[in-house]
C-alpha cells in the first residue's frame, strides 16, 4: 500500500506556547487566489471564477488544486482555464512564480515545484 498523504502540517516553533496545525486547504486556497490573481487566467479547474468565488465561497478555489507537504516542503498542482488570446507558457510562468511566492510568504514552507496544467482554454468577454 502506498504512503497516507497527510492533510495537515504543523508550523515548528522556537517557543513552547503551543502549536500551530494548517490544513493542506488553506494551501490550496492560496495557490488558487494566486492563480487567479494572474492576467490571462480564466478560472481554476472545475470553473471557480471569479465571480463566482464571491457567490458560492473561497473553499470553491481549493478544487483544481492538489497539495503535497513532505518535511515542511511543499509540491502543489494547479488545473487552470485559460483566456483566448493569452500565451501559455508565460501565464504558466507567473502562476507558478506568484503561487511559490504566495505560499512561502504566507506559511513559511519552502515550494519546491508548482506543477500547472492547462484543461482548457476560455473565450471571456
Do not use: C, F, H, P
Request: net charge neutral; charged share 25%.
Amino acid at each position: 500500500m502506498g504512503k497516507e498523504m497527510n492533510t495537515e502540517y504543523k508550523i515548528q516553533l522556537e517557543n513552547n506556547r503551543g502549536e500551530i496545525i494548517v490544513a493542506n486547504e488553506v494551501i490550496a486556497v492560496i495557490t488558487g487566489l494566486a492563480a487567479m490573481e494572474v492576467e490571462g487566467v480564466a478560472s481554476l479547474a472545475g470553473n471557480a471564477t471569479r465571480e463566482l468565488i464571491s457567490k458560492i465561497g473561497i473553499k470553491s478555489l481549493s478544487k483544481g488544486v492538489k497539495v503535497n507537504v513532505l518535511e515542511d516542503v511543499v509540491t502543489v498542482e494547479a488545473t487552470l482555464n485559460l483566456k483566448y488570446g493569452y500565451n501559455v507558457k508565460d501565464v504558466s510562468v507567473k502562476v507558478q512564480e506568484k503561487v511559490k511566492v504566495a505560499i512561502e510568504n504566507m506559511t513559511g514552507l519552502k515550494v519546491a515545484d508548482v506543477n500547472v496544467r492547462v484543461a482548457g482554454i476560455e473565450v471571456v468577454s
